[in-house]
């Protein structure tokens, strides 16, 4: 797998069709004199059952990384924005 390229990402996008999810990977890197840049790295295109599979080994593997380092911390507000429900506020 030496021909396969390593990335890193720190940005992801969802969508969904009836046949596929399409995963968006991004590369966000904050500006100080411009603004943020956002430069697509990866996508990648998966069956329903095969985005079902990666959600379960994510969570599981998730699992156990906070079992052998440390539970991993999301604030509630981007919590609460990634799950959907409503915090309140106007975007």
Sequence with gaps: MSDVPDIYTNA???SASLY????GFYLVTPGEEEPEQRKAVARVR????????????????????????????????LVMRLSGEETGETP
């Design 20 to 23: 596929e999810i399409t995963l």
């Design 46 to 77: 998966m069956s329903p059952q095969q985005a079902m599979a990666l959600n379960i080994l994510l969570a599981r593997h998730l699992k156990a990384y906070g079992e052998q380092f440390t539970e991993i911390f999301l604030p509630d507000e």
């Design 12 to 14: 992801v996008s969802v």
